[in-house]
Each structure stands twice: as C-alpha cells, then as structure tokens.
C-alpha cells in the first residue's frame, strides 16, 4: 500500500528542488521559511501570558503530589478531565494499571565505634523496595564505590552503601544495588542520593524490587560514612522501612487508574495525530511539579491556546498525561497498545524542566533525513526569536521511546538555569529532582508560557501542514539563503 504521508513529503521535496534550480539557487543554499501568521499570533499571545502556570500551581497546591495508588493522582486526574471539558476539548480517560507502593514509616540509626550514642539519619526508601520487619534490620555497614568494589567486598549479613559521585544523571547504582548486594549476601543496600548539589536533601527513585530493603541517604551522609570507615571506625545501623505493596519475588500489586489525553481533533486528517506530553504521576515527595506535572501541563497549555485563537489544524493534536513513568512506565505502554495502529506523525515529551526552551531532540533511529530536515526548518524559521529553534538528534523520553522503532520520536530541551547551558540533563533539574524541594515554586510562569509556545509553535507547523510546510511554491517562504 501507498504511504500518503511518504507521497505528500516526496512531492514536496521536489518542489523546492525545482523551484531552487529555477530560481537559479547556486548549490549549498536552501528555502528558509518565513514566520507564519499563525506562529505570529502564538508566539505574540504566548508573550502576554497563558493561564497554563496558574493551572499548575492550583492542582499541585490542591492535591500535592501524585504517587500511582494515591488519592492525589486520582483526584488531580478528574480535575484535569473536568477542566480540559471546559476549555471546550475533547478529553480521553484510557484505563491503565499502575503499581500501588506505599513508603509508610522509615528510619535509619548509627551507633559508631568510639561513640557514647545513637545518632538518627535522613533516610529516604526507594520505590518498589520491599519494607523491614517492624523491628527492622541491625547490621554492619560496608562502603564501596564500584561494583567492582562491591563483587570482592566481605559484604554478608551486612548493610551496603554505594557511594558514588555525581558524574551526570546515572542511575544504575540507584535501581540494581539491591539486587547485586542481596546475591552477595547484603541484608539491606543504600545509595547515595543522585545529584550534583545538597543542601541534606534526600532524592528517591524507583529500583529494581529485591530480597532486600533499598534506601537513600544525602550525599553529606554518604561522604561521612566514607569517611568513618576510611579510619577504620565499626559502624552499625539499625534501617526500619515500613513499605508495602511489592514483595521479595519482584512481583508489585497494582490498582486501576488511567492516563488524560487532551485533543484538538484535525479537520481533515483526524486519523494523523501530533503527540506531546509528559507524565502526570510523581513520587510521594514535594508536589511533583517539575517533575513533571509542568512537561504535562505546557503540552496542555500548548492545545488549548491554538484552540484559543481559532485555529483548527488539518491533524489531530493530542496532549498526552502519561501515567506510571516513575516506576513502571505503565502509561507509556498502555498508551502505545491502544494507539499503536494510528498514524502519529510525531510524539514528543517534555520531562527536563521547564525553564528557557531550547529547542527538541529526535532519537536519530527514528526519523529520515528529509523529515528531520523539516523539524530543524520549523525550528529555525518560526522558533528562532524566542530561541527554542534549536533541533537536533538526542534521546528520546522514557514515555515516548516505546514508539521509536516505528515513528519519529523525542523531547523539549531546555537552558540548564545554573549552567546556563543545553541540555538540561547536566545539573539544576536533579537538584531537585524525586526530593521534597520539588514545588511549583521552582518554575516560572514566564518560562512556562514559552515552553507553551515552543510546543504549540512546532505542533501546529506539523499538524496543518504534515511534512510538507509552505515553501516558495506558494509565497509563504522567504527567498533562498547560503546555507
């Protein structure tokens, strides 16, 4: 069968060919397209201000944060449904089974060689671990830096703590030292917390669920007890951990719950869609508001500003709240099964922050060279003045990666406030990141509004015009440029 996408993009293709050679265009230079008006009036309307940051801090402020299994996500989930109706959109709630974890209580204690006393920890469980008996675990601590260290380490019957440093996100040591630790004998595995800056902040994350408890503990805690056993101290801990919900088998309980899907159906191609997103759920610390209540609610704040404006693309833009990213990626899945058969022409997700944009990043596997030449044309012509045209190949998101094989697949991308520099994943979004720090408070609503614009900007560039947008064929792109 005929692909029509494949026809419409090919045709287009050889237009601007001929028309270059007509226009006498020496080789190496290109159309560069003009701003369309509709991306004039996004890009203007955007700058006034979008409700989208008030939106946010309603419901995180209201319901908090939004751990699979809590009454927070369900409730903040109906009020999403319930809002996006009054926009006049069309809502989907599609089922989707997610894990029903409780931390419950936790404790850490240290009595140290030399000490006259007890001393309390922060201490924070990871997701999915499986809990202590009530009067919990009592122990040895060993320290290693590498799993090389932990595979020759005297580590039975006793705690181990993973005390590496920061050296980007990684999260390896995070997600399979309860399991490496438990083969070789460990009664229950620490981490330090993953992130490049602390002020005794406790960062948690999902892990791999294993025959041991699994906790964090503050990059400050972690160099101490290095420290200590560097003198060569005896250091004894005593971890209680009351979660629930998943058990030393690996196995999880889950409960119902669905994810949101937002729409603004096309006019003429309802069946090609323009996906963009990011993940509604949240660990049970904080509000969950960078991450990544506000990636879902600028794709949002993206739909219904074109739907604001009158605009009525040809293609169908979905706004996606994906459910479960945290610890299963459920909602990625779920969503994938049920729409799989449908023409996406795209899918991009928003889960680095939302601070100045930058720009996307394609998974280079999933898309050709003629598509991905489209994106960085959109990005240059009409993204440039509020500087988020900025497309090149990267990784794709943890919710849209499941469609890479098939479909061009990706992420926004944004200033890094600290460093001032792309991408965001090398700093200030894991200062905050899984810790009680995470609130509606580290985003601005000016950075908000533009995340909005870069979104609603690229989508409706590909949503009305597929991957053929305007070129010199009908007056709408600008003379022909050195590349």
């Known amino acids: 069968a ?15 060919v001929g028309l270059l050679a007509a226009c006498g265009a020496p080789p190496g230079e290109r159309v560069v397209l003009r701003e369309y008006p509709e991306t004039t009036m996004i890009l203007n309307r955007a700058a006034e201000g979008t409700d989208t940051w008030e939106r946010l801090a309603e419901m995180c402020d209201t319901f908090g944060s939004r751990m699979t299994g809590s009454a927070g996500l369900e409730a903040s989930l109906d009020w999403i449904e319930e809002t996006a109706k009054r926009d006049g959109l069309q809502v989907l709630r599609e089922p989707v089974d997610v894990p029903n974890w409780k931390r419950n209580s936790e404790s850490l204690v240290m009595s140290a060689e030399g000490a006259e006393v ?49 050296d980007g996100y990684n999260s390896q040591y995070r997600r399979e030292l309860g399991v490496r630790a438990a083969e070789r004998g460990a009664v229950a ?11 005794g902040t406790l960062h948690t994350g999902s892990s791999l669920t294993a025959a041991i408890p699994s906790a964090a503990v503050t990059t400050e805690v972690a160099d101490m007890l290095a420290r200590m056993q560097a003198r060569g101290q005896r250091i004894r801990l005593s971890l209680t951990m009351g979660a629930t919900g998943c058990a030393v088998d690996g196995t999880c309980e889950t409960t119902p719950s669905s994810n949101v899907v937002v729409e603004l159906v096309g ?11 990011g993940h509604i759920d ?5 509000q969950g508001a960078l991450d990544d209540a506000a990636g879902a609610f600028v794709a949002w704040g993206a739909v219904k500003l074109i739907h604001e404006l009158g605009l009525k693309p040809k293609r169908t833009i979905r706004a996606i709240f994906w459910n479960a990213e945290e610890n299963s990626g459920a909602g990625a899945e779920a969503y994938h099964k049920a729409h799989s058969n449908k023409n996406h022409l795209i899918v991009l997700e928003s889960d680095g922050g939302v601070w100045d944009p930058y720009g996307f990043t394609v998974s280079q596997t999933s898309i050709d060279e003629a598509r991905f030449s489209v994106l960085q044309q959109i990005g240059t012509s009409q993204l440039g003045r509020i500087g988020a045209g900025n497309v090149s190949y990267g990784g794709a998101g943890a919710d849209t990666q499941v469609w890479c094989p098939t479909t061009p697949c990706g992420s926004q991308v944004v200033i890094d406030p600290f460093t001032r520099a792309p991408p965001v994943a090398g700093g200030g979004y894991f200062y905050f990141h899984h810790t009680d720090a995470d609130y509606v408070s580290k985003v601005l609503p000016e950075e908000v509004d533009k995340n909005v614009a870069s979104f609603a900007v690229m989508t409706w560039a590909l949503a009305e015009y597929g991957w053929s947008p305007p070129t010199v064929a009908d007056g709408r792109a600008s003379h022909v440029v050195q590349q």
Not at 2 to 16: F, G, I, K, Q, Y
Not at 282 to 286: A, L, M, N, P
């Open 189 to 199: 595995a620490l981490v330090r917390s993953v992130t490049p800056f602390s002020l």
């Open 282 to 286: 949240s660990w049970d610390v904080g």
């Open 118 to 166: 007890e001393r309390r920890l922060p201490v924070i469980g990871l997701g999915l671990s499986v809990g202590t008996a009530p009067t919990g675990i009592t122990a040895d601590l060993v320290v290693v830096a590498s799993w090389d260290e932990l595979s020759v380490a005297d580590v039975e019957g006793r705690i181990v703590l993973m005390n590496v440093p920061w």
């Open 2 to 16: 005929t692909d029509p996408v494949n026809e419409r993009l090919n045709v287009a293709m050889l237009v601007v």
């Open 267 to 277: 006019t003429e191609f309802p069946e090609e869609i323009v996906g963009i997103g």
